[in-house]
């Protein structure tokens, strides 16, 4: 079967170039959010960077997504910054970040009774 698509090479390397581009900008920066987020001052350095760097380097975003397309990166760097500022108490910003990743991809709400839970928890147990 062919495809009946628009599949010239130049498309491709677009579609490419602009999934890479997408995580370079929100995927990795809400993997570091997410590590700073969860770890402590004891934290040794080399734990962190071990920490972000598989985080950066996980294997189905980075076969999955750059392969066919699926900006999932995207959701999931909104995902992990949320995570972040919800565990540093930044509960607004959290949200903010959440509903956003929520909007762009709805796979996000399999995340959402975390969220719910951990956000609830901070409302009564301050």
């Known amino acids: 079967h062919t495809s009946r698509g628009h ?10 170039a602009s999934v890479i581009l997408s995580d ?5 920066p809400g993997a570091a ?9 004891q934290e040794a350095a080399k734990v962190r960077v ?3 760097l598989t985080l950066w380097w996980l294997p189905p975003l980075l076969l999955i997504d750059h392969g066919h397309f ?8 909104l995902c992990l910054a ?4 919800v565990a540093r108490r930044r509960i607004l910003i959290g949200s903010l970040l959440f509903t956003s990743g929520l ?9 959402a009774p975390a969220f719910f ?10």
């Not at 599949?7 to 490419?16: D, I, K, N, P, V």
């Not at 370079?24 to 990795?28: D, P, T």
């Not at 699926?70 to 760097?77: A, I, L, P, T």
């Not at 909007?103 to 995340?111: E, N, S």
């Open 7 to 16: 599949e010239s090479a130049r498309c491709r390397l677009f579609m490419r």
């Open 24 to 28: 370079l900008i929100v995927y990795l």
């Open 33 to 41: 959010c997410a590590v700073w987020g969860f770890s402590s001052k």
């Open 50 to 52: 071990l920490a972000l």
């Open 70 to 77: 699926q900006y999932n990166g995207v959701c999931f760097g």
């Open 82 to 85: 949320a995570a972040g500022c």
């Open 103 to 111: 909007l762009f991809k709805q796979i996000a709400l399999y995340f």
């Open 117 to 126: 839970f951990g956000i609830l928890a901070h409302c009564l147990f301050g």
